[in-house]
Every structure is written in structure tokens, then in C-alpha cells.
């Protein structure tokens, strides 16, 4: 799918008698590679398209729109208050089963839950320095330090 900006960019090294590299393609491969790494560290970073596609079919009964559907492979939720927070309406969603019948809504998201853990691969590791936020730890007191 060609946008505004690929098309022009096409344009401009069709007009070229010698293709050449031009600024916007460098840039393009460089946000591309940025990007790619980006999701490498997200939990869709570990996603295949047999768990995406297994996601999409059992995720049926929960009648979730495509951009829920998103929202959940991309940051993979593992409790209530994130389903909460990335579902629009969870609570009207999870208050009927696949059958339309009312029923108990914490049980419903629990359900939605397990079987996000059970299709959607873990997200990958998370190195130490990046939970830390690069920071080294702080040396505890020592014992007799305290005591002077």
C-alpha cells in the first residue's frame, strides 16, 4: 500500500536517469529498523502468526472490537485492571457470555485472561538494566555503619 509521500518518492527516482538513494529512503530505512527494534522489546515482539491468528478466532465470544483485539496482542494483559484499562467498555463486554446470557463479570475476565496466557506467547525478557532504568543498585548500610 503506497501512501502520498512513497508515491512522490517513487516519482522523484523515476525521474532520475540513474536511481539514486535518495534522503526519505535512507530515513525510511532507518525508522523501519527502529521501529522493528522497538516491538522486539513490546510483547508483540514474540508473536507468531499461528498464536495471532488462534487469538483472533477464540477471542470471538468476548465480542471485542478489531481495536481491543490490538490493543490486547500488542500489550498482551495479565490482570484485571490492565484488561480494564485497554478494553473499551470491558465491563458491558463481560457482562454476557458468547450466548448473550448475563453473567458474572470478574469470572468473564478471568476466563478472557487465561486464554490471553494460554494463545499469546510471554513477552520477551526484560534485561535488568531496562527494569531498572539503567540505574545501578544502591549499596545497603552496613549493619555497624548504623549503629556509630
Same mark, same amino acid.
Given at each position: 500500500?503506497?501512501?502520498?509521500?512513497?508515491?512522490?518518492?517513487?516519482?522523484?527516482?523515476?525521474?532520475?536517469? +540513474?536511481?539514486?538513494?535518495?534522503?526519505? %529512503? /535512507?530515513?525510511?530505512?532507518?525508522?523501519?529498523?527502529?521501529?522493528? +527494534?522497538?516491538?522486539?522489546?513490546?510483547? /508483540?515482539?514474540?508473536?507468531?502468526?499461528?498464536?495471532?491468528?488462534?487469538?483472533?478466532?477464540? &477471542?470471538?465470544?468476548?465480542?471485542?472490537? %478489531? @481495536? %481491543?483485539?490490538?490493543?490486547?496482542?500488542?500489550?498482551?494483559?495479565? &490482570? @484485571?485492571?490492565?484488561?480494564? @484499562?485497554?478494553?473499551?467498555?470491558?465491563?458491558?463486554?463481560?457482562?454476557?457470555?458468547?450466548?448473550?446470557?448475563?453473567?458474572?463479570?470478574?469470572?468473564?475476565?478471568?476466563?478472557?485472561?487465561?486464554?490471553?496466557?494460554?494463545?499469546? *506467547? *510471554?513477552?520477551?525478557?526484560? /534485561?535488568?538494566?531496562?527494569? %531498572?532504568?539503567?540505574?545501578?543498585?544502591?549499596?545497603? *548500610?552496613?549493619?555497624?555503619?548504623?549503629?556509630?
Amino acid at each position: 500500500m503506497q501512501g502520498p509521500l512513497q508515491t512522490s518518492k517513487y516519482l522523484i527516482s523515476c525521474d532520475q536517469e +540513474e536511481p539514486k538513494l535518495i534522503l526519505w %529512503d /535512507a530515513w525510511g530505512l532507518l525508522l523501519h529498523q527502529s521501529v522493528y +527494534e522497538y516491538l522486539l522489546k513490546t510483547p /508483540a515482539g514474540s508473536q507468531t502468526r499461528e498464536s495471532i491468528y488462534e487469538f483472533v478466532k477464540r &477471542s470471538e465470544g468476548f465480542r471485542l472490537a %478489531d @481495536a %481491543d483485539k490490538l490493543n490486547v496482542m500488542n500489550w498482551r494483559p495479565s &490482570s @484485571a485492571a490492565d484488561a480494564y @484499562a485497554m478494553i473499551e467498555e470491558c465491563g458491558r463486554r463481560f457482562n454476557r457470555d458468547e450466548h448473550l446470557e448475563a453473567c458474572n463479570e470478574d469470572e468473564r475476565v478471568q476466563e478472557f485472561l487465561d486464554m490471553v496466557k494460554e494463545v499469546l *506467547p *510471554p513477552p520477551p525478557p526484560k /534485561a535488568e538494566a531496562e527494569e %531498572d532504568g539503567g540505574a545501578e543498585p544502591e549499596p545497603e *548500610p552496613k549493619p555497624d555503619a548504623m549503629q556509630e
